[in-house]
């Protein structure tokens, strides 16, 4: 089975930027990243199809956040921008199985999960 090991995040002053890298041992047919605020419910932040790059993004990360993969290093990235204090939270990076349908950005659709990065946002 595909581990997958995050790392990345941190502490950042609002409107700063941060990169988060998830580092995968396997191929994995899609990828995304999901984030966990305290009291909250897991939220989806982006998707990416590994083979076609196809991505797509949670509403409140459109226009901040970019998702991309290095197929040649099984790495997954987020770069986020114009960081804000709600955007504080436990990242999860999780991979998606070939065979199971589109992968839509829904916790229940990815498999394999990493052990979360911390990322805290101060206004």
């Known amino acids: 089975q595909v581990q997958l090991v995050e790392s990345g995040g941190g502490s950042v002053q609002a409107g700063g930027s941060l990169r988060l890298s998830c580092a995968a041992s396997?191929?994995?047919?899609?990828m995304a990243w999901f984030r966990q605020a305290p009291g909250e419910e897991r939220e989806g932040v982006a998707r990416i199809y590994t083979n076609s790059g196809n991505t797509y993004y949670g509403d409140s990360m459109k226009g901040r956040f970019t998702i991309s993969r290095d197929n040649a290093k099984n790495t997954l990235y987020l770069q986020m921008n114009s960081l804000k204090p709600e955007d504080s939270a436990m990242y999860y990076c999780a991979a998606g199985l070939a065979g199971l349908g589109a992968c839509y950005l829904a916790e229940g659709r990815y498999t394999v999960w990493g052990q979360g990065t911390q990322v805290t946002v101060s206004s």
């Open positions: 396997g191929y994995t047919y899609c």
